[in-house]
């Protein structure tokens, strides 16, 4: 075996297989005859024809392919503009920053730009302007945008559970007439107030210090101009540490159904996109089920401290003292029809609208995940 000689792979050109698909077309089977019928090829040539096929079979010869047209390039990620209230204050804004810079939506086939505003109306402006594709923000200026504004849709509640509070410097005596401190026009904490209101059956003045923000209305509460401050956290923990701030109200005790902010698309950009919405939102569910695992808290504060104003101690110690079940409610994205039932409600009790939002018009979730979605608004 050893003198045998390995035969050479036979390789044949291409213009040997145009003259042998050219035989192959001069060599037809007539219908009605049991052998080839010629048309000027004589029988010699087909003779060859055949010899040739067998050795193609036989020799194992490798046929060149035909010529195959150029690979598409690589598609470029979907470019994402989105705008949202307090991205350096506030944990569920902050993670968006933190999934961008870890990759979780560039992994997505998302490439993100943010801008930040302070809420209200503020937010939402720069969607209805088509300045942007995505808006978090305020559920009133949210419902607000989306009726005077066909091509808008609510995709999604952003922070379901309340998560705010009210912080003081002593114990509030008297809550009539209190002056908390609020936000801009539409905002989600002046919604708040006036659905505590009439949960808790008294009449606070709602004042704003400066932009509203937890910072100005804070430095109002120890000037004397406010007796409380709308905070969250880890704004809350912060102050209780550095200040000696108490919580002097807290919201959830009196409605635990309600948001920080709804999320806002273009539809038609939305539309054209699907994939890519829904992906978006596949990557925010990755980084929200961090804040409850304890796990992965540790390294989660630290990305938090890198885009926050809050120091990474201050940001762990928030996560790692809060109860999982608590974390787990608030950083989510699902569907909640009593935070609609709310939102509806006391937009109507605020004079924000005359009428119970339509949500099944309003709200298109089909970019959700299925877990969050729900079968009836």
Not at 217 to 240: C, I, R
Request: overall charge positive.
């Amino acid at each position: 075996m050893a003198n045998i000689k390995k035969r050479k792979r036979l390789v044949l050109k291409a213009s040997d297989w145009e003259g042998l698909a050219r035989l192959e077309r001069e060599t037809v089977m007539s219908p009605k005859a049991k052998f080839p019928k010629r048309r000027g090829t004589s029988m010699k040539r087909i003779r060859q024809a055949a010899c040739l096929s067998v050795a193609v079979l036989a020799l194992g010869i490798v046929v060149p392919s035909a010529p195959q047209p150029a690979m598409a390039a690589e598609t470029a990620p979907t470019k994402v503009r989105i705008v949202a209230t307090f991205i350096n204050s506030l944990p569920a804004m902050a993670a968006l920053e933190v999934a961008y810079k870890r990759g979780y939506f560039k992994d997505a086939d998302l490439d993100l730009t943010f801008a930040s505003a302070i809420g209200g109306g503020d937010t939402l402006r720069p969607v209805t302007t088509g300045d942007a594709d995505v808006a978090i923000g305020s559920p009133a200026a949210s419902v607000l945008a989306v009726e005077h504004n066909p091509g808008l849709r609510i995709a999604a509640i952003w922070v379901p559970y309340n998560a705010f509070t009210f912080i003081g410097i002593k114990p509030l005596k008297e809550l009539e007439g209190a002056k908390l401190g609020g936000s801009v026009g539409a905002s989600t904490v002046n919604l708040l107030i006036d659905g505590l209101q009439e949960k808790m059956k008294v009449k606070f003045v709602n004042q704003r210090a400066g932009t509203g923000s937890m910072a100005d209305n804070w430095a109002a509460v120890k000037a004397g101009h406010l007796d409380a401050s709308w905070a969250a956290e880890p704004f809350t923990s912060e102050k209780e540490a550095s200040d000696g701030a108490l919580v002097v109200i807290d919201p959830v005790k009196y409605l635990p159904d309600f948001p920080m902010d709804f999320v806002v698309v273009n539809e038609k950009f939305a539309k054209t996109h699907a994939t890519a919405m829904k992906e978006f939102f596949v990557a925010i569910e990755r980084i929200f089920k961090e804040f409850p695992d304890r796990s992965k808290q540790g390294a989660l504060a630290k990305d938090l401290a890198g885009v926050m104003v809050f120091p990474e101690p201050v940001l762990e110690h928030y996560l790692t003292s809060s109860s999982t079940d608590r974390l787990s409610k608030t950083y989510s994205l699902k569907m909640n029809a009593g935070v609609l039932h709310n939102i509806s409600h006391i937009m109507q009790l605020a004079k924000l609208i005359k009428a119970p939002v339509d949500w099944s018009k309003a709200i298109d979730q089909s970019y959700l995940p299925a877990a969050d979605q729900i079968a009836k608004f």
